[in-house]
């Protein structure tokens, strides 16, 4: 059974940095194309980023691009998203998602973690 785990979240300022994990236990990591997505209250999920399985592709919303990044270490089953810059509205609750191909469709992801909350005080 595949899991994923975020990790990270929490309260900044404007303008701060924060920087979210995911562990991925129970598949095998290397072979998935990894993405992160956020959902605000009252609002639909949001493709934020994704990352190909071997890590030579990626891809960003015009909403982060520039300010967020993210990377992937296959030895520890673990990707990452930087965040600077942050605004207040990047408040939302954070999840990470695994898949066979990367893609922004969220429909595409077949594993999900529970999410991590990003709360930013302007």
């Known amino acids: 059974q595949v899991q994923l785990v975020e990790s990270g979240g929490g309260l900044v300022q404007a303008g701060g940095s924060l920087r979210l994990s995911c562990v991925v236990s129970g598949g095998r990591f290397s072979s998935y194309a990894m993405a992160w997505f956020r959902q605000a209250p009252k609002k639909e999920r949001e493709f934020l980023i994704a990352m190909s399985w071997s890590g030579d592709t990626t891809h960003y919303a015009d909403s982060v691009k520039g300010r967020f990044t993210i990377s992937r270490y296959n030895a520890k089953s673990t990707v990452y998203l930087q965040m600077n810059s942050l605004k207040p509205e990047d408040t939302a609750v954070y999840y990470c998602?695994?898949?066979?191909?990367?893609?922004?469709?969220?429909?595409?992801?077949?594993?999900w973690g529970q999410g991590t909350q990003v709360t930013v005080s302007s």
């Open positions: 998602a695994a898949a066979p191909v990367m893609d922004t469709y969220y429909g595409t992801y077949d594993y």
